[in-house]
C-alpha cells in the first residue's frame, strides 16, 4: 500500500526561547520556511510565557525543534528558571525516542543534559556566517547527507562545547568548538549554529540585539556587511523532516 504520509502530517512543538516580539515571529516563519512546514502543524511553546511545564508536553507530538536565545544563559538556571525544565524535556525526548532539531540554545541545553560542559566566552566569540568541518560521520548522517565541507552556516554564541556529551557523534564543528552532534541510534540531533536562520533574517535578528553582540552601530553595520548566504546548512532542516518521513 503506497506512504501518503509528507512532513505535513507531522504535529510539531517549536521550543521558543525568546522574549522580543519581532525575534518570536521571525523565528516561528523561519521554522517553517527552510522546514518546509504549515503554520497549522506548529504549535510553539515560549518558556518566557510558560516557564514551568512537564516533559511530557511533548507526548502529542511527532516532532520537537528549539530554538535560539539572545535573551537567556543556559549557565543561569537561577535567573531563567525554564532552563532545568527545557534540559528535562530533552533527556525526555531522548528516553522516548522522539525526534528532536535542537539548535543553538538548543544544542547548549542538550550538551548540559548530556553530562556535557559549556563554557562561556564574551569577549572573542564566532558571530557571522562561518565555514564548517563535516566529520566522517556526517557523509553517512541522513541529515548531512551531501552537504559539502566547508559550508556556511549562521553563528552568534558567546556559550560553547568544546566537545561533544559522551554518547554522542560529531557531525560539524570549527577550530574553536563543536557544531553539531547527534545522539548515537536516537533521532536527535543539536546546532551550534541556525540551520533555520538565512542571511537577511540574520542580519535583521542582529541588528535587534547589537547592543549584546557589537560596540557600535558601525561594528554592527561593519559585520553585518560581511554575511554571505548559507543554502547548504538551511536545507538541514528540511533534510532532518524529509529523513523522519522516510523512517515512519
Not at 541588528?207 to 548566504?229: L, M, N, P, R, W
Request: aromatic residues 10%.
Amino acid at each position: 500500500m503506497e506512504n501518503h504520509r509528507t512532513a505535513h502530517n507531522l504535529s510539531v512543538l517549536l521550543v521558543q526561547i525568546r522574549d522580543q516580539g519581532a525575534v518570536r515571529d521571525e523565528e516561528v516563519e523561519s521554522f517553517l520556511r527552510h522546514g518546509g512546514l504549515i503554520p497549522t502543524q506548529l504549535d510553539v511553546l515560549n518558556v518566557f510565557d510558560t516557564p514551568e511545564f512537564a516533559p511530557e508536553i511533548v507526548n502529542s507530538y511527532d516532532v520537537v525543534l528549539v530554538g535560539g536565545a539572545s535573551e537567556a544563559s543556559v549557565l543561569a538556571p537561577d535567573t531563567y528558571k525554564f532552563v532545568p525544565a527545557i534540559i528535562s524535556l530533552l533527556r525526555y525526548c531522548i528516553a522516548e525516542d522522539k525526534p528532536v532539531f535542537a539548535s543553538c540554545f538548543g544544542f547548549q541545553a542538550a550538551v548540559l543534559g548530556l553530562n556535557g560542559e559549556i563554557i562561556r566566552d564574551g569577549e572573542d566569540f564566532e558571530m557571522g556566517t562561518i565555514p564548517l568541518i563535516l566529520s566522517d560521520a556526517a557523509k553517512d548522517d541522513p541529515v548531512f547527507t551531501s552537504a559539502p565541507n566547508g559550508m556556511l552556516a549562521v553563528s552568534c554564541h558567546q556559550e560553547m562545547a568544546i566537545k561533544a556529551p559522551m554518547g554522542c557523534v560529531v557531525l560539524a564543528s570549527t577550530e574553536r568548538c563543536v557544531h553539531a552532534f547527534r545522539v548515537e541510534n536516537k533521532p536527535f540531533w543539536a546546532f551550534q549554529f541556525h540551520p533555520e536562520l538565512d542571511r537577511a533574517c540574520f542580519v535583521q535578528r542582529l541588528g535587534i540585539f547589537q547592543d549584546k553582540y557589537t560596540d557600535s552601530v558601525e561594528a554592527y553595520e561593519g559585520v553585518a556587511a560581511q554575511f554571505k548566504e548559507t543554502p547548504e546548512s538551511n536545507r538541514l532542516l528540511h533534510r532532518f523532516f524529509e529523513y523522519l518521513v522516510q523512517r515512519r
